[in-house]
């Protein structure tokens, strides 16, 4: 595995552990399933427009990146590896 | 709060919101709880896409919101235009935003849920946008308002104290949600554009948009259940006059 490859697969680990905190908070009563690399985001109400934002927030302070507005569509959010691509493309332009 | 039956044995309550009638028409909030027995009984209402639909949900939670939803804004737009449930068609727009394909009627809809809440709004003839959120702590509040908030906005967020920061930053949050959902855009609008006032004692509105508009419009807050702030934004049955009560500081405030 390369260095690149290494990287991206701690981004998506980190990703999965914050929607799944997210998940928990979303539902104290329910044991939410683990969230994967393909869980879809979007589609199952998982993520919703506040989630987004909260994502976005952590990804900004967790990888040292900066989401634009631009890359606010929902390609970017489907899934955990979605957002992990997202993440190192931002890497990869120093934003 | 007044409660409907409106099918055999799901529940849901028409929310008092400080919307009067007019003669634009209907204009009302409906919440349903996501619990078994509503789900059981939504599910009877979903078309056959619904149900694949449905089962493409990997979390029983995630699927139980989306069956009691979708079956009781079903239930609830077919009463309200006199048709079976059966026969109501639904459609998206290219934003995502739901809408009624058929019957053919000027009715608009709007859907939100959050934890083990759903809310469907609905009127005549008159854009509307609803938005409900679960109250919790451990959101990025002040990083995401001074991101992505109109100055406005984060101007009025600085004054509350930080013990109720949180609370209405999610005033905030869905007031404007329910205004780029009335306007049936959804997150393709961009949050800073315009700016919403939400205070404490005085009804909220919608300040200022750079697009224009703002004026035609009206906002509400409400609590929808315990636990949970919702927010409604539906066009004003009253023509517009101009953007009106934009304070100084919003003016200002526009980037």
């Known amino acids: 595995m390369s260095a690149l490859e290494q990287e991206a697969a701690i981004v998506v680990a980190r990703l999965a552990e914050k ?29 919703d427009s506040l989630g ?16 634009p507005q631009e890359a606010l569509v929902p ?9 992990a691509g997202m993440v190192m493309s931002l890497k990869c332009q120093g934003t | 709060m007044p409660s409907r039956q409106v099918s055999a044995r799901m529940t849901v309550t028409r929310l008092s919101i400080a919307s009067a009638p007019t003669p634009a028409g209907l204009c009302a909030v409906w919440s349903v709880s996501v619990c078994p027995l509503n789900e059981m009984q939504a599910t009877a209402l979903l078309t056959a896409a619904e149900h694949v639909q449905a089962a493409k949900f990997r979390s029983a939670r995630d699927r139980a919101r989306f069956v009691t939803t979708r079956g009781a804004t ?20 290219r934003y995502g935003a739901l809408g009624v394909a058929w019957p053919r009627a000027p009715v608009q809809i709007s859907v939100a849920h959050s934890g083990a809440l759903g809310l469907i709004a ?25 991101r992505w908030f109109h100055p406005f906005e984060q101007d009025r967020l600085s004054r509350y104290p930080p013990s109720q920061y949180d609370a209405y930053f999610l005033r905030h949050w869905v007031a404007k949600e329910a205004y780029t959902k009335g306007l049936g855009l959804g997150l393709h609008k961009r949050l800073s554009e315009f700016a919403v006032d939400v205070p404490p004692s005085s009804p909220a509105r919608v300040v200022c948009d750079e697009a224009g508009g703002a004026d035609a419009w ?19 049955a009253q ?10 500081a919003a003016s200002k405030g526009r980037r």
């Open chain 2, 218 to 236: 009206e906002l509400h807050l409400f609590d929808a259940a315990p636990g949970y702030i919702g927010a409604v934004a539906h066009e004003s």
């Open chain 2, 239 to 248: 023509p517009a006059t101009g953007e009106r009560g934009m304070s100084r």
């Open chain 2, 74 to 93: 079903r239930m609830i737009v077919a009463t309200h235009l006199g048709v079976r449930a059966a026969d109501v068609a639904f459609s998206h727009n």
């Open chain 1, 75 to 83: 390609a970017n959010f489907r899934t955990c590896n979605a957002l």
């Open chain 1, 19 to 47: 929607l799944s905190q997210m998940a928990s908070l979303q539902d104290v009563s329910a044991q939410p399933d683990a969230i994967t690399p393909t869980s879809p985001l979007l589609e199952s109400g998982l993520m």
């Open chain 1, 52 to 67: 987004v934002f909260d994502v976005v927030a952590f990804i900004d302070s967790a990888f040292g990146v900066t989401v």
């Open chain 2, 122 to 146: 609905i009127a005549d003839g008159r854009r509307i946008g609803v938005d409900v959120e679960l109250i919790r702590g451990n959101l990025p509040s002040r990083q995401i308002a001074s």
